[in-house]
């Protein structure tokens, strides 16, 4: 069974950060759905920077939490992609929506 470690900090500029290790594929994908979901209230920033595998379940997991986040008036970042989890943001043209250049705080 694929493990998935999650853990939610704050920064500096008061922005939820979600603290992803290993693999978000389809048994762990709903996990960090619901991880970012927990956290609509706020501005988020989901660190991959330990995730090692990233399937269209995670991508999915992702997509759906920005645009929950942007109903409620908030962002999502995300940041520390290993080079192959940002070539799979990148083939599948998300890397500018989940790191645009305005985001409150930075």
Do not use: W
């Not at 501005?43 to 992702?62: K, N, P, Y």
Request: include cysteine.
């Amino acid at each position: 069974m694929t493990e998935l470690s999650l853990e939610v900090s704050a920064d500096h500029a008061g922005r939820v950060v979600i603290a992803v290790a290993g693999e978000v594929e389809m048994t762990t994908a709903p996990q960090l759905a619901d991880c970012i979901l927990e956290h609509t209230t706020t501005d988020v920033v989901v660190d991959l920077s330990e995730v090692t595998f990233l399937d269209s379940t995670g991508i999915t997991a992702l997509v759906h939490g920005y645009n929950e986040l942007r109903k409620q008036g908030h962002t999502m970042r995300t940041t520390g992609e290993r080079d192959v989890i940002l070539r799979v943001l990148e083939i599948s043209g998300l890397d500018g929506l989940f790191h645009g250049d305005t985001v409150p705080g930075d």
